[in-house]
C-alpha cells in the first residue's frame, strides 16, 4: 500500500510503502484526526513516521504498483 503524505509548510510530500490495508491506514488517519493527536504509521522496513494531525495536508492511499524497468509495451 503505497500512502502519500502532504504536510503543511514542507515542500515534498512523504511517501510510505506500508504493509497495512488501506482500510486500515484509513482507520488510523481518522482516528488520528478525530483525537486532533498524532498520525502514526509504520512502513514495510518498520520505521515508524508520526506526523501531528494539525500540520497534515492530505493523505492519499493508494494500491502499489509494480514499476517496469526497461522498455515494455502498454
Not at 503543511?8 to 512523504?14: D, G, H, I, N, T
Not at 488520528?32 to 506526523?51: C, F, M, P, Q, Y
Request: hydrophobic share 40%.
Amino acid at each position: 500500500m503505497e500512502v502519500k503524505i502532504g504536510v503543511q509548510y514542507a515542500p515534498r510530500e512523504l511517501v510510505i510503502e506500508s504493509s497495512q490495508s488501506s482500510a486500515e491506514v484509513e482507520k488510523s488517519v481518522t482516528e488520528a484526526i478525530a483525537n486532533e493527536g498524532t498520525l502514526s504509521l509504520v512502513d514495510e522496513k518498520g520505521r515508524r513516521v508520526i506526523i501531528p494531525v494539525s500540520k497534515l495536508a492530505y493523505v492519499e492511499i493508494a494500491e502499489s504498483s509494480p514499476r517496469s524497468v526497461g522498455f515494455t509495451a502498454r
